[in-house]
């Protein structure tokens, strides 16, 4: 008999789980065995919709139920019948269900990432991000161990980075499994190496130009780039796991960076701190690197005599009595 439509089951992650082909109208849906589409949902009635044929399409007519039916987001008022758009997604208890009619224009066909190719195409750029992070990673140790550490602390010092990243990237591929059916571990890794280190790097670079050329600024930008580079990669990860919603991911990701950042921003301000980053210089590296000129005490004084504005309005005109009583009380 002739396909005039087909019903599918979908599940939680858009993909069909049971497929109904429909060759005569009205079709009848709920959980009696004398419906024409069985669903094993307790949240759906014996008879909780019909779908009938009409003039200008395929409508819906709700049956009395609990839980009604929704048609996308919409809830469907008892009583009406409303049409039914192309490829149109409808909630039936806890089931979802898409109705597609014959001689619907399908949606262009979607390229499929083949992840083994991607895995081989990244592999000796992993080997190198590999290497290099742990070149990075003990170089890091070095710099920071004070002298007489145990062996077992750094070597604990040393993995735990590693080990934690292991951990994150093998969490991701679980994911892919769940969601792409993909044990996708070395593609999470690559991710995660790759915007690390330009996110860890590019801190550290900007702080040693900062320094150099004794222009601040630079370091706070250091400090940008490392929260782009970090939602980036949170960005890239959740490609893996629904290659179709890439674009609502990456809105929602920049909007909690967003919100996240301007909330900071505030909190900074009102607590009279910089609005990005330290007040002042954290790195100092070798004098030879340093090509910014000295500045006199004098002319740092001269640039300093602005200041005196803004702090006479933050002092208060109490505080030197208040501490004279202190040191009165002391006495």
């Known amino acids: 008999m002739e396909t005039l439509a087909l019903i599918e089951t979908l599940d939680r992650d858009g993909q069909p789980r049971q497929v109904l082909r429909v060759s005569q109208w009205p079709v009848r849906i709920g959980r009696a065995i004398d419906c024409d589409l069985v669903l094993d949902d307790?949240?759906?009635?014996?008879?909780?919709?019909?779908?009938a044929l009409r003039e200008d399409g395929v409508h819906v007519e709700p049956a009395a139920s609990v839980n009604g039916v929704r048609l996308g987001r919409a809830?469907?008022?008892?009583?009406?019948?409303?049409?039914?758009?192309?490829?149109?997604?409808?909630?039936?208890?806890?089931t979802t269900l898409r109705v597609r009619l014959a001689g619907e224009v399908l949606a262009p066909e979607q390229r499929l990432l083949d992840l083994l190719q991607y895995e081989r195409r990244h592999a000796v750029t992993l080997m190198?991000?590999?290497?290099?992070?742990?070149?990075?990673?003990?170089?890091?140790?070095?710099?920071?161990?004070?002298?007489?550490?145990?062996?077992?602390?750094?070597?604990?010092?040393?993995?735990?980075?590693?080990?934690?990243?292991?951990?994150?990237?093998?969490?991701?591929?679980?994911?892919?499994?769940?969601?792409?059916r993909r044990f996708a571990f070395w593609a999470?890794?690559?991710?995660?190496?790759?915007?690390?280190?330009?996110?860890?790097?590019?801190?550290?670079?900007?702080?040693?130009?900062?320094?150099?050329?004794?222009?601040?600024?630079?370091e706070k930008l250091g400090r940008i780039v490392f929260v782009g580079a970090i939602a980036m990669m949170m960005w890239r990860h959740m490609g893996l796991l629904l290659p179709t919603r890439r674009r609502a991911v990456g809105i929602a990701i920049g909007s909690a960076v967003a919100v996240s950042s301007g909330l900071l921003?505030?909190?900074?301000?009102?607590?009279?701190?910089?609005?990005?980053?330290?007040?002042?210089?954290?790195?100092i590296s070798l004098?030879?690197?340093?090509?910014?000129?000295?500045?006199?005490?004098?002319?740092?004084?001269?640039?300093?005599?602005?200041l005196e504005k803004t702090l006479a309005k933050w002092a208060k005109p109490?505080?030197?009595?208040?501490?004279?009583?202190?040191?009165?009380?002391?006495?």
């Not at 921003?265 to 790195?283: A, F, K, N, V």
């Open 42 to 51: 307790p949240h759906v009635a014996a008879h909780h919709a019909t779908l």
């Open 287 to 306: 004098p030879g690197v340093r090509l910014a000129k000295p500045v006199s005490s004098d002319a740092f004084v001269k640039s300093a005599a602005p």
């Open 265 to 283: 921003l505030i909190d900074r301000s009102m607590q009279q701190q910089p609005l990005i980053g330290d007040l002042y210089l954290g790195t």
């Open 128 to 180: 190198g991000l590999i290497l290099f992070a742990a070149v990075w990673q003990g170089f890091s140790l070095w710099l920071s161990t004070v002298p007489g550490a145990q062996g077992t602390a750094l070597t604990w010092n040393y993995l735990s980075a590693p080990l934690g990243l292991i951990i994150w990237c093998a969490l991701w591929a679980i994911g892919s499994m769940l969601f792409q």
């Open 188 to 218: 999470h890794l690559y991710i995660a190496l790759k915007w690390l280190l330009i996110a860890i790097v590019t801190e550290a670079a900007t702080a040693q130009v900062a320094f150099a050329l004794s222009m601040p600024w630079i």
């Open 318 to 331: 109490g505080d030197d009595d208040d501490d004279e009583e202190g040191g009165g009380d002391d006495d």
């Open 75 to 94: 809830a469907i008022a008892p009583g009406s019948t409303p049409l039914l758009p192309a490829s149109s997604v409808m909630t039936l208890g806890a």
